[in-house]
T-cell receptor
């Protein structure tokens, strides 16, 4: 597609339920990133995928968070047993590669509300 | 560690006046600097980047940024502000390839342009 596509755009879930967020990167982009943005706060790095290399999971806040990516395509971010503090917008981004000069492009985000 | 600081939480400007949104950085090695804009309830949109070369970088929507190595700054500027420029602006530095090339963001600056 023309840009990074994320779904769902909005999700309201009950505390304790699992949620799955999907990201479809720009075609040909090998690098994929997930960020979290809590209300009124900055962007927090969660996880990074590059091609078939092992992902960098250093930003995942707890073991309730996990993510997968199939090759160089779609990625899913899963949050198990959601808590109210998980309420945030989850932004996916992609880039041609991890080289510093490449631009990282963001999707519109998945807005998660845990009630 | 690499970091970015945006010293102003909010900037208020009258329409038609020049605007500046400040950003300073701390990196080891060459800095790769980016500006993004976030409109309400939207994802991040890329504005411009500095990789190398001219210190004055031009970007989307009439924005430009000036890279100053001695002051470790990368301030965003626009000669004449529009009400539609009102948004949240993020400065970011991209870490090196061996660290996954992820973006480290400042906390953001809320720009308000009044008619």
């Amino acid at each position: 597609g023309a840009g990074v596509s994320q779904s769902p755009s909005n999700k309201v879930t009950e505390k304790g339920k699992d949620v799955e967020l999907r990201c479809d990167p720009i075609s040909g982009h090998t690098a994929l990133y997930w960020y979290r943005q809590r209300l009124g706060q900055g962007l927090e790095f969660l996880i990074y995928f590059q091609g078939n290399s092992a992902p960098d999971k250093s930003g995942l806040p707890s073991d309730r968070f996990s993510a997968e990516r199939t090759g160089e395509s779609v990625s899913t971010l899963t949050i198990q047993r959601t808590q109210q503090e998980d309420s945030a917008v989850y932004l996916c981004a992609s880039s041609l590669g991890p080289a510093s000069g490449n631009t990282i492009y963001f999707g519109e985000g998945s807005w998660l509300t845990v009630v | 560690a690499q970091s970015v600081a945006q010293p102003e939480d909010q900037v208020n400007v009258a329409e038609g006046n020049p605007l500046t949104v400040k950003c300073t950085y701390s990196v080891s090695g060459n800095p790769y600097l980016f500006w993004y804009v976030q409109y309400p309830n939207r994802g991040l949109q890329f504005l411009l980047k500095y990789i190398t070369g001219d210190n004055l970088v031009k970007g989307s929507y009439g924005f430009e940024a000036e890279f100053n190595k001695s002051q470790t700054s990368f301030h965003l500027k626009k000669p004449s502000a529009l009400v539609s420029d009102s948004a949240l602006y993020f400065c970011a530095v991209r870490v090196g390839y061996n660290q996954g090339g992820k973006l480290i963001f400042g906390q953001g600056t809320e720009l308000s342009v009044k008619p």
